[in-house]
């Protein structure tokens, strides 16, 4: 292995060097050409994982479960009414019972202190599944798909659009600055990330010859983009905020007239998912203008959100295996 990731945490890719994650991606995809293969894994055998979830989870789940039986480990969930932490236990304390009885611990939450404090107590490694701040292990997904589809991450122009300052954005933005990107976010000014995370990123830039914008200009925003990315407008706990959002965000809505915009007919849709693009679900009967794309573009040849969504299995899995396995 070129870089010793063993016993590495993963939290954000603010921790990350663009070598490491690029090694992380070409383990993806050679573990995903093995599973394809029929080759059947023995990297993680005998290990423990504990999987926390404060948040429900229907990709983040599966694919850490799938990525554990796989390599031979044996997974545990830990739902937020089958454990003490943060209720009659403190997460310092959960963190040196658990790291005592598991090899590796995922959290999946609210607040991004908690997946830290797990990490500075734990003796094990510990994987970000998703805080209030990051998605690290999706935006590895996501990246893997542009390698798959576009061949390369270094000048990719890749347009992010909706709300700007969510664990998504700056996920993708950490990682597209690192890997040489040419990143924009399209959002309202009210919804533009932190001006610290986003110098922060300018920085990590300039070692790539990466470009970072970030601009409510929607014809500016994604001219020319090679990926239009999209997350929905109120994350998990922001349901009441749900009309304002609406308000806010309806014409950064991912359209065919977007997608025009662009200018690129060979431009990909990607979405972390869940994704509201039609008025089937309960929550979007009740807000039929929540969609943050439309039906036509989700379901068109540009989308990619299912070969992204499987390759969550594929990129955890390398995550687990550099840090855990053998």
């Not at 611990?105 to 404090?117: P, S």
């Not at 998990?236 to 959002?245: A, L, Y």
Request: net charge neutral; charged share 25%.
């Amino acid at each position: 292995m070129p870089f010793n990731l063993k016993g590495r945490h993963f939290l954000s890719m603010k921790d990350n060097t663009p070598e490491e994650i690029d090694f992380l991606l070409q383990l993806s995809i050679k573990l995903k050409q093995d599973k394809y293969s029929g080759l059947r894994g023995r990297n993680l055998e005998g290990k423990n994982i504990a999987l926390i979830f404060e948040k429900p989870s229907t990709r983040t789940r599966c694919a850490f479960v799938v990525a554990c039986v796989d390599e031979g480990a044996h997974p545990e969930y830990l739902g937020k009414d089958d454990i003490q932490l943060g209720k009659k236990e403190t997460v310092k304390d959960t963190a040196r019972v658990l790291g005592r009885m598991f090899d590796g611990i995922q959290f999946r939450g609210f607040k991004h202190e908690t997946v830290e404090g797990l990490a500075q107590h734990a003796g094990v490694p510990v994987w970000n599944g998703l805080t209030d701040l990051y998605h690290p292990t999706q935006v590895l997904a996501d990246f893997m798909t542009v390698l798959e589809v576009k061949g390369r991450l270094k000048g990719i122009r890749f347009a992010y659009v909706g709300d700007g300052r969510n664990n998504m954005a700056n996920s993708l933005m950490i990682g597209a600055a690192k890997m040489g990107m040419d990143f924009r976010i399209v959002a309202p000014k009210s919804l533009f990330p932190a001006k610290e995370l986003v110098s922060a990123c300018r920085e990590f830039a300039k070692e790539r010859s990466a470009a970072i914008t970030v601009t409510d200009d929607i014809g500016a925003g994604v001219k020319g983009a090679d990926v239009i990315y999209t997350d929905v407008w109120a994350s998990m706990g922001e349901e009441d905020q749900i009309p304002e959002r609406i308000t806010l965000l309806k014409a950064y809505q991912i359209n065919r007239a977007m997608f025009d915009k662009a200018g690129n007919s060979e431009c990909t849709f990607l979405h972390c998912l869940p994704a509201f693009h039609n008025t089937e679900t309960k929550l979007a009967k009740q807000f039929p203008d929540i969609c943050e794309v439309s039906d036509e573009i989700f379901e068109s040849r540009q989308s990619q959100v299912f070969n992204e969504a499987e390759n969550r299995v594929h990129t955890i899995k390398a995550v687990m295996v550099a840090t855990l396995g053998k």
